[in-house]
């Protein structure tokens, strides 16, 4: 299997297209470990499926299961540009995925290591965690896009004032 750097650069690809499209910027990737095949790829969509299920983990999971035909996925890793949020470490568990890599923590909402370790409680399966690959890159996209968002926020107050609206 190619290096954590490789299949990051994926799921950042796959987040800046994310970015484009006004959603919060987050890809991921799952890969099987034996040969290195991405068998499953998601962005989130929670803004443009109005679902806030679309996170990108839980739409590389469903891509995965459908190539693989089954919903374990043993034998693989996901790689994610931003810490997991519970809902989907619960999914990565129920998936069986092996191993887990993030690029950014999430000091909120993240549950792999920071505001919980839920891999390391007692459920039935524990996934590996490895946090912070491509742990720059992977901020500064989630940085500049929420500070490019408080911008438009706040221009577009900014003319409803000087409009008198």
Known sequence: MADEAYYMK????????????????????????????????????RESGRNALAHAELIAIDNACRKLNGWR?????LYVTLEPCPMCCGAIINARIDTVYFGAYDLKAGSAESVQKMFALPYNHKPEVYGGILEN??????????????????????STLKNGV
């Open 137 to 158: 890159e992977c901020s500064h996209m989630l940085k500049e896009f929420f500070k490019n968002l408080r911008g438009r926020k706040k221009r577009k107050y900014m």
């Open 10 to 45: 994926r799921a950042i690809e796959l987040a800046e297209i994310s970015a484009d499209e006004g959603e919060v910027p987050v890809g991921a990737v799952i890969v099987r470990k034996s040969d290195g095949e991405i068998i499953g790829e998601g962005r989130n969509k």
């Open 73 to 77: 996925l043993p034998d693989c890793a």
